[in-house]
């Protein structure tokens, strides 16, 4: 492995903890909500209340999303000369199941 790799590999590694920090932080925002109510109706208030706590966590979970997709790339592909159709099937349904998580939250800000 080359110096060059090894940085490379260093700084995708940081990636995926910076994008696990603000996960952290996200899920810690969204634990301090009082719990959803059980009617339909009362929803509105729920979101109402927690409006912010919501928001700062799907801002949180929009870079973590960015993080995590960049980080996955270059550890994926570390080391490796050429494109490989694995990878990009494993960064694909990555990025997916990702922008599934933040889209849930960003529907209910």
Do not use: K, Y
């Amino acid at each position: 492995m080359t110096p060059r790799q090894a940085v490379d590999l260093r700084l995708h590694r940081g990636l995926m903890i910076v994008g696990a920090l603000l996960t952290a932080g996200a899920l810690l925002l969204l634990s301090l909500l009082p719990g959803p109510p059980a009617e339909a109706v009362a929803m509105t208030a729920w979101v109402e209340r927690g409006h912010s706590l919501l928001l700062w966590s799907n801002e949180l979970l929009f870079f973590a999303v960015i993080c995590w997709g960049a980080g996955a790339r270059g550890l994926f592909s570390a080391g490796r000369p050429g494109p490989s159709a694995r990878i990009d099937v494993g960064g694909t349904a990555l990025t997916v199941a990702l922008v599934v998580v933040l889209l849930a939250v960003g529907r209910l800000v």
